[in-house]
């Protein structure tokens, strides 16, 4: 076994690697670029080396420069994590080179599964089912068009080098397959420096299942069972489950042999995923379900926790282990699947801005107390602590929360409360569209395929479950209880609004849900505060619980525990209903919106791709004025009003900060088209 081993990666699989091997009694490097100098997996590992500058390509990507940290912090081994070089095969080779072992597959079998087409040629000579499709070398665009053509709408086009969604559109008419194929060249090139593509067969109500393989050196090969990983957005997960609702034991059996012959055919070594696509004609009809291979992730994957939670196992002690030449520690009848596990991965995101990645400070961050929970049923994955930021370089991901249950629904249970438990503050994120899914009624009926979260927008985005009230109430109830720690026996220096005549009223304004909010807080003679809010006044009452942010609440007949942090004058108001936030309003300011005169802001720090107007051009409203690329994915710029394009402020190849304005426009009538 290793004495020390460097981990190529950052964030939390970084983190979680560091565990395993601090268990085994291996030491541990971490490797960190400028922007990770204060990083969490630095603290979490033996040792660190400096590898260069925030952007990955000039510190993760730099296969050398790890090489050469690794050789000299006396590493014998390069775990590679997920992403960055993990699926890298001239960097496998490279650490082979100088001396290093890769915990992973051997090159050829990265290089083997790492082409799309190429890997689903192999797959389709092993046996294993393929949805039709082109997957040649000739990426002739009027060729690539007629092989759509050819196949039937709707297409997926993917990226051939790709992987996290990246590189991938549908295409649902002939029409539009032009534009589609464009932007998916664009970013294939931008995010793996490849540009081809092949064309599939789009299934419909498609569920994503995939099934985690190992294998050794020895030739042993085995199946640790499926994951579901259906919900998704932008082709990216967001919950993953195992083992997957409704499998039938023949189904599975039939796609873990599948899976394992995936892997024989490129004499795996290690952890791998063999994704598949499942067609059904009807949900919850498992007689109907068809699976054709998608692709093999060469590498361990962001949601093997669940895995591990149903098997009992420490996938990354596995692969130690494997890597280090040992035989795998059970053969497939000593494997066993108990209860149901669920992972929901927790990002700097916002859901209501199509899932726009959001950066800056983690001012608030607390997590479930696992310990409250029956051993082994709730797991916090994460590599950001409080005071920790969001860097606009890598992938927004905060956090990946597991549990486990007997049954899925209870495992479904206690996914709500630990959600509940999770309270992040400062960046936008996706804690409470994520318990809006686990409760949605498709999401717990097991009614499951890719299009779940457009299925069930009206759920999704269309409730607020904290509600102006308690979020009014909850602000209002950290204002006295702040208010009253600064209360002294000077009873004109006090500020709950005692005066020795009469009562005080006070007019508190507030913006919630974008919409404006007044209350009314009156103090009485004998200490009580009465609280209105629109038609209703009540007794507000308030104590303090066992932490400073802890409020217990009663207004009227309603009480309710709530944890209230204030940030920069924005109360953070979380409760087991819900969670929102609420801004004390200035009547005094002037606001203006982008609507009125024309700018066109970054929604984050990137670099433009792409300007598609021209000064003078008229536009219409929704039309596509500039093409960004940020957080790894390329994003839109949209006219919010029909207008004539008065000044561009960028130029294509141009990086630009979160908020600059990109393009100005003059407001006209709508045209009745596109100029």
């Known amino acids: 076994m290793f004495t020390t081993i460097l981990i190529a990666n950052r964030g939390e699989i970084a983190c979680r690697i560091a565990a395993t091997a601090r268990r085994m009694g291996i030491r541990t490097v971490a490797v960190y670029s400028d922007a990770d100098a204060q990083a969490q997996h630095l603290r979490h590992c033996d040792a660190a080396v400096h590898i260069g500058g925030s952007a990955a390509a000039d510190s993760y990507l730099r296969g050398d420069t790890i090489i050469a940290a690794a050789l000299a912090s006396g590493a014998q081994a390069v775990h590679p994590g997920y992403g960055f070089l993990s699926e890298n095969a001239d960097f496998a080779q490279a650490c082979l080179d100088a001396g290093l072992v890769f915990i992973g597959p051997p090159p050829a079998a990265i290089r083997a599964m790492g082409l799309k087409a190429q890997a689903k040629q192999l797959m389709e000579r092993a046996g294993v089912p393929l949805v039709p499709g082109y997957h040649g070398a000739d990426q002739d665009a009027a060729l690539l068009q007629r092989e759509a053509d050819r196949i039937g709408y709707p297409v997926l086009i993917k990226a051939s080098a790709g992987g996290g969604g990246k590189g991938m559109r549908i295409v649902e008419k002939a029409d539009n397959f032009a534009d589609a194929l464009a932007s998916c060249q664009r970013e294939a090139v931008s995010s793996f420096g490849n540009g081809a593509v092949l064309i599939e067969k789009y299934v419909q109500r498609p569920r994503h299942i995939e ?98 939670a149903i098997t009992g196992l420490d996938l990354v002690a596995w692969q130690l282990r494997v890597a280090s030449g040992e035989t795998l520690p059970l053969r497939q009848d000593q494997l066993q699947i108990n209860g149901h596990a669920i992972e929901a991965r927790i990002c700097a995101e916002d859901p209501a801005k199509n899932f726009l990645p959001a950066v800056g400070p983690v001012a608030v961050f607390r997590t479930p107390d696992c310990r409250r929970f029956t051993p082994g049923a709730v797991r916090m994955d994460s590599g950001v602590g409080a005071g920790d930021s969001i860097s606009p370089f890598y992938d927004p991901m905060i956090a990946k929360l597991i549990v486990h249950g007997n049954t899925r629904a209870e495992a479904l249970a206690r996914m709500d409360v630990a959600l509940a438990q999770t309270h992040i503050a400062g960046v936008a994120n996706n804690v409470q569209f994520l318990r809006q899914v686990i409760t949605s009624p498709a999401f717990v009926s097991a009614a499951l395929d890719t299009a779940l979260i457009e299925r069930e927008s009206d759920h999704l985005f269309g409730h607020d479950p904290l509600g102006p009230q308690r979020a ?189 304005p990109l393009i100005r426009l003059d407001p006209v009538e709508p045209a009745t088209g596109a100029a």
């Not at 993953?240 to 059996?253: I, K, Q, S, V």
């Not at 063999?274 to 994957?301: C, D, K, W």
């Open 211 to 308: 099934v985690q393989i190992f294998g050794d050196s020895q030739g042993n090969y085995v199946h640790l069972f499926e994951r579901d990983c259906s919900v998704q957005r932008r082709h990216q997960k967001v919950l993953e489950e195992a083992p997957a609702p409704g499998m039938t034991e023949a189904l599975r059996a039939q796609m873990g042999a599948a899976a394992v012959a995936a892997a024989r055919a490129v004499g795996y070594v290690g952890a791998g995923t063999v994704e598949f696509i499942v067609a059904q004609t009807g949900y919850h009809q498992p007689e109907s379900m068809q699976f054709y291979f998608m692709e093999m992730n060469t590498r361990l994957q962001v949601e093997h926790p669940v895995t591990e």
């Open 472 to 660: 009014v109430a909850g602000a209002v109830a950290r204002l006295l209880v702040d208010e009253r720690a600064l209360e002294s026996a000077d009873p004109f220096s006090r500020r709950d609004g005692w005066q020795s005549h009469g009562e005080t009223v006070r007019r508190l304004e507030w913006v919630y849900a974008e919409a404006p909010r007044v209350s009314t807080l009156r103090y009485a003679h004998d200490g009580r505060c009465f609280l209105q809010l629109d038609d209703a006044t009540h007794g507000l009452e308030v104590e303090q619980g066992d932490a400073p942010f802890a409020l217990h609440i009663r207004w009227g007949d309603m009480a309710w525990h709530a944890d209230v942090d204030w940030i920069d004058g924005v109360a953070h108001v979380f409760t087991q209903q819900g969670a929102g936030n609420i801004r004390r309003a200035d009547p005094l300011a002037q606001h203006q919106t982008e609507a009125t005169h024309g700018g066109l802001h970054a929604p984050m720090p990137g670099k433009i791709l792409q300007i598609m107007v021209h000064v003078g051009e008229r536009v219409v409203a929704g039309q596509t004025l500039a093409l960004m690329e940020a957080m790894k994915m390329e994003h839109s710029i949209r006219a919010p009003f029909a207008g004539v394009v008065a000044e561009l402020l960028y130029a294509s190849g141009e990086q630009i900060a979160e908020g600059a």
